[in-house]
Nanobody
């Protein structure tokens, strides 16, 4: 499985960005996808996750109401729409996928995920 993230950039406080992550390879029929982020000097943290069908989503508290995760299965692409960005959202953002043999719960824990894309940098200026 290969994941390619894009869409990062520099934005002012209150602005918006949309990240994309294209997936290729053997995703099988049941998998969860997610976004994590890592700010300089900090550990990687969970941002959002979505199940294969797109019917279930999970958000970290700091981004609830501001970020929206979605996916287009026809394009094997994951999205993260980020609104009302804050300086504390500055980080490298990583997309990830959890390959499953059957549908399962979404996880906030990075070890649950099997494949990771390269990071895309998001910088929010004050």
């Amino acid at each position: 499985v290969q994941l390619q993230a894009s869409g990062g950039g520099l934005v002012e406080t209150g602005g918006s960005l949309r990240l994309s992550c294209s997936a290729s390879g053997d995703l099988f029929s049941s998998y969860n996808m997610g976004w994590f982020r890592q700010a300089p000097g900090k550990e990687r943290e969970f941002v959002a996750a979505i199940n294969w069908r797109g019917g279930k989503v999970l958000y970290a508290d700091p981004v609830k109401g501001r970020f929206r995760i979605s996916k287009d299965n026809s394009r094997n692409t994951l999205y993260l729409e980020m609104n009302n960005l804050k300086t504390e959202d500055t980080a490298d953002y990583y997309c990830t996928v959890e390959i499953r043999s059957r549908p399962g719960p979404l996880s906030m824990m990075s070890p649950a995920y099997d494949h990771w894309g390269q990071g895309t940098q998001v910088t929010v200026s004050s």
